[in-house]
């Protein structure tokens, strides 16, 4: 992640520019690479504990200002995981969708930086879930919360098009079984998402 993380950040410092403020109505549209990494926690019925493979995906949002610090965010992407238990035994594989929308409150440039916050609501879809020791995996979909923090840096003076980090941190769960064997977990997910991207505003 550092080899990635500290080579772009120079690059963006050395292309940024001032840019003008948004206005109602304006729309941004973003293109992330975004890593994703769950902090699991689980209970099992039968002991031990489940773990879930970090991913990395692409991630699309678009972003709706109602005036010229408030907004709405939409993200969009899927992103896949393995399911092991006991860090060495394969349960499973299994795709996300998790539909998240935030409100955010963005802040006066500051430097090259136009930082803001968000929060909302979050919706996970578990699908194409996998067949494997215990037999076909079970998966509850379910609502979560979403806080995010981010800016937007400016490579054209007016704005137009920019660079983007984000970092969101979504609390989810899921009440898992199997087909095959009479197994339950409790599981809390709870990943962060790291994103570095481009954007366009309009």
Do not use: C
Not at 36 to 63: F, Y
């Amino acid at each position: 992640m550092k080899k990635l993380y500290y080579p772009l950040t120079a690059i963006l410092f050395a292309t940024a520019a001032a840019a003008a403020p948004y206005d109602a109505g304006t729309i941004l549209l973003r293109l992330r690479a975004v890593e994703i990494v769950p902090d699991v926690s689980s209970t099992v019925s039968i002991g031990g504990k489940v773990s879930i493979t970090d991913t990395t995906i692409p991630e699309a949002d678009i972003t709706y200002f109602f005036t010229d610090h408030w907004s709405a965010e939409i993200i969009a992407g899927t992103n896949k995981h393995a399911i092991y238990y006991n860090g060495s035994t394969k349960l499973a594989n299994v795709y996300l969708l998790p539909p998240t929308l935030t409100l955010q409150y963005h802040f006066d440039q500051i430097g090259p930086f136009q930082p803001y916050l968000g929060a909302g609501p979050n919706f996970t879809i578990f699908y194409d879930r996998s067949t494997g020791p215990l037999g076909k995996l079970r998966t509850t979909d379910d609502w979560g919360f979403a806080l995010q923090a981010g800016t937007d840096i400016p490579l054209t003076e007016d704005g137009r098009y920019f660079a983007n980090i984000d970092v969101k941190r979504l609390w989810l769960s899921t009440n898992a079984s199997f087909s095959g064997a009479p197994v339950t977990a409790s599981v809390n997910i709870n990943p962060w998402l790291i994103g570095t991207g481009v954007g366009v505003r309009f």
